[in-house]
T-cell receptor, first 110, second 113 residues
């Protein structure tokens, strides 16, 4: 089954771009997702990409998928303090159950 | 459209007790999944229900069980609570079709003393 890895921490300055990276072990997901979790809250779906796509842009968010390297990234343009949260990448594991990475804690410094 | 609703928001129990958590999915969503979130283990899949039937199950002991009702609402039960069961329990619903985007509730924070 799928196994997903992420770096645990990222710190950026307000206004800069943030890039959160994710790697996965096999290609058993049809869709790959990015979720955001703020303190004391559940997970909020940010965006997703079909496994046959290379890139998807959604306002400030850009998702890049490199199938050869099994690498997924989320770029947040013009990062704001409100973007401070934990970000999870996830694969749908061919509809069996979602597999989540450990989460990347993004800190945005003023 | 109302989101996924989980009750209660917080629970404190002692070892050996049992607990029931409730989840109301988004209207029209027929699939409900449960996840356990802890600082050490991250998000771990418990089980998924669709049309009142358990469709997938994670690697948890039999003390963890669930069910789904005809209106798609779901409950999960944990019996004989252990200290290690302290966690945030998240429920997610989806339409159950192509691109089964999961929509999460705010979770139930369970503390076992």
């Amino acid at each position: 089954g799928e196994d997903v890895e992420q770096s645990l921490f990222l710190s950026v300055r307000e206004g800069d771009s943030s890039v959160i990276n994710c790697t996965y072990t096999d290609s058993s997901s049809t869709y790959l997702y990015w979720y955001k979790q703020e303190p004391g809250a559940g997970l909020q779906l940010l965006t997703y990409i079909f496994s046959n796509m290379d890139m998807k842009q959604d306002q400030r968010l850009t998702v890049l998928l490199n199938k050869k390297d099994k690498h997924l990234s989320l770029r947040i343009a013009d990062t704001q303090t409100g973007d401070s949260a934990i970000y999870f990448c996830a694969g749908d594991n061919y509809g069996q159950n979602f597999v989540f990475g450990p989460g990347t804690r993004l800190s945005v410094l003023p | 459209k109302a989101g996924v609703t989980q009750t209660p928001r917080y629970l404190i129990k002692t070892r050996g007790q049992q607990v029931t958590l409730s989840c109301s999915p988004i209207s029209g969503h027929r699939s409900v999944s449960w996840y356990q979130q802890t600082p050490g283990q991250g998000l771990q899949f418990l089980f998924e229900y669709f049309s009142e039937t358990q469709r997938n199950k994670g690697n948890f002991p039999g003390r963890f069980s669930g069910r789904q009702f005809s209106n798609s609402r779901s409950e999960m039960n944990v019996s004989t609570l252990e200290l290690g069961d302290s966690a945030l329990y998240l429920c997610a619903s989806s339409r159950a079709g192509d691109n089964e985007k999961l929509f999460f509730g705010s979770g139930t924070q369970l503390s076992v003393l």
